[in-house]
T-cell receptor, first 115, second 112 residues
Framework: SQTIHQWPATLVQPVGSPLSLECTVE??????LYWYRQAAGRGLQLLFY??????ISSEVPQNLSASRPQDRQFILSSKKLLLSDSGFYLC??????????????FGPGTRLLVL | GENVEQHPSTLSVQEGDSAVIKCTYS??????FPWYKQELGKRPQLIID?????GEKKDQRIAVTLNKTAKHFSLHITETQPEDSAVYFC???????????FGSGTKLNVKP
């Protein structure tokens, strides 16, 4: 079966500090991977998605970046955090392939507080 | 691109009553519509989904209906229980596209 991991689970960082969040998926190959952010009490904002190693699509221009150094690893980074970067960061995966491979599954999330 | 609108933003029902959440989408090419339930502090969990070749799908107390002509789909929860209290998100996706477009969420409160 497939499992998705995210770490850390929680993070408190000062404004201007760097950020690195990691997501890994087990039990599948060549998944589509996604990063979402959810502000408190709000909806899901798609930040990045990736269909393969080194392939990143950015949805929202901001001070965040993403990388996919390995097939099942997705990293979200920032060089300098802003207060507005606080939120619940969710990684998600989906099998690549035909119409039967459509469901997206979310990881447990990382709660980030920027002070 | 696709635009998904979700209503209502909050919904309060008495335990045992039914709850209905509605979503509309703009792109007629969308053909996959999942619904997620997110409990406080937790990840969104898929509860039911429907594809455009089907008009209705049921799973125990949960059902989803799809009207392709009107471009709207709805989540129906019958015999609501306090543990149904959560935020529910609808989403839409086009075949062979990688992005999911989410609604803004509905906070459901089931009063015991």
């Amino acid at each position: 079966s497939q499992t998705i991991h995210q770490w850390p689970a929680t993070l408190v960082q000062p404004v201007g500090s760097p950020l690195s969040l990691e997501c890994t998926v087990e039990g599948t190959s060549n998944p589509n991977l996604y990063w979402y952010r959810q502000a408190a009490g709000r909806g899901l904002q798609l930040l990045f998605y990736s269909v393969g190693i080194g392939q990143i699509s950015s949805e929202v221009p901001q001070n965040l970046s993403a990388s996919r150094p390995q097939d099942r690893q997705f990293i979200l980074s920032s060089k300098k955090l802003l207060l507005s970067d606080s939120g619940f960061y969710l990684c998600a995966w989906k099998r690549s392939g035909g119409p039967s491979q459509e469901t997206q599954y979310f990881g447990p999330g990382t709660r980030l507080l920027v002070l | 691109g696709e635009n998904v609108e979700q209503h209502p933003s909050t919904l309060s029902v008495q335990e045992g009553d039914s709850a209905v959440i509605k979503c509309t989408y703009s792109d007629s090419a969308s053909n996959y519509f999942p619904w997620y339930k997110q409990e406080l502090g937790k990840r969104p969990q898929l509860i039911i989904d429907i594809r455009s070749n089907v008009g209705e799908k049921k799973d125990q107390r949960i059902a989803v209906t799809l009207n392709k002509t009107a471009k709207h789909f709805s989540l129906h929860i019958t015999e609501t229980q306090p543990e149904d209290s959560a935020v529910y998100f609808c989403a839409a996706r086009k075949y062979n596209f990688n992005k999911f477009y989410f609604g803004s969420g509905t906070k459901l409160n089931v009063k015991p």
